[in-house]
């Protein structure tokens, strides 16, 4: 079974400071990687995703993560913080799962990263 | 569009007892999906649909019923409450079942059972 691993529960940086969550995940086969951003009291968002190609991925608000399978890493970076970064981050990996020989592919969730950020 | 709708957003039961939590998306996706948040578990999955008529178990599916008579209704039924199942309770859907379509969550429904 593939899982995730997020290095850290929470991680305070201040304000401008380069913001990095870490996250390392082991697959038998070529991972789809995810990074989802949850703000108090609300669903998931989707920040960014690998699936195959680039391994420099970029997403919404100035968000970062490259993959390195050499590493089986996929970690979050940010140049600056802002304030409104502050909120929950979930790295995720696939996971295939035969239904009828269809095949119907699941999300796999790290603990969760609760990133601060300071005045 | 709304996007994936839940109700209600907080429920509060006694043990024994038992409730539906209500899901439903417009997108016409195909794909929708449970999930507990429990701190420091990160979400898992508890049971999915891969389209109307077809449901499947996930990680944690003990104590949880669905199905899927529509495209657009997901419905999560808890039989006989118990306080193990306090949790944040997610709705997910997704266009297709394969995963480089984006997976859209629903606001959560916050169960506490006394």
């Known amino acids: 079974a593939q899982s995730v691993t997020q290095l850290g529960s929470h991680v305070s940086v201040s304000e401008g400071a380069l913001v990095l969550l870490r996250c390392n995940y082991s697959?038998?086969?070529?991972?789809?990687l995810f990074w989802y951003v949850q703000y108090p009291n609300q669903g998931l968002q989707l920040l960014l995703k690998?699936?195959?190609?680039?391994?420099l991925v970029k997403g919404i608000n100035g968000f970062e993560a490259e993959f390195k399978k050499s590493e089986t890493s996929f970690h979050l970076t940010k140049p600056s913080a802002h304030m409104s970064d502050a909120a929950e981050y979930f790295c995720?990996?696939?996971?295939?799962?035969?239904?009828?020989?269809?095949?119907?592919?699941?999300?796999?969730f790290g603990k969760g990263t609760k990133l601060s950020v300071i005045p | 569009n709304a996007g994936v709708t839940q109700t209600p957003k907080f429920q509060v039961l006694k043990t024994g007892q038992s409730m539906t939590l209500q899901c439903a998306q417009d997108?016409?996706?195909?794909?929708m999906s449970w999930y507990r948040q429990d701190p420091g578990m990160g979400l898992r999955l508890i049971h999915y649909s891969v389209g109307a008529g077809i449901t499947d178990q996930g990680e944690v599916p003990n104590g949880y019923n669905v199905s899927r008579s529509t495209t657009e209704d997901f419905p999560l039924r808890l039989l006989s409450a118990a306080p193990s199942q306090t949790s944040v309770y997610f709705c997910a859907s997704r266009e297709r079942r394969l995963l480089y379509y984006e997976q859209y969550f629903g606001p959560g429904t916050r169960l506490t059972v006394t």
């Open positions: 997108m016409n996706h195909e794909y």
């Open positions: 697959s038998s086969v070529p991972p789809y």
């Open positions: 690998y699936t195959t190609g680039a391994t």
């Open positions: 995720a990996v696939s996971e295939a799962k035969d239904w009828s020989g269809a095949g119907s592919y699941q999300l796999t």
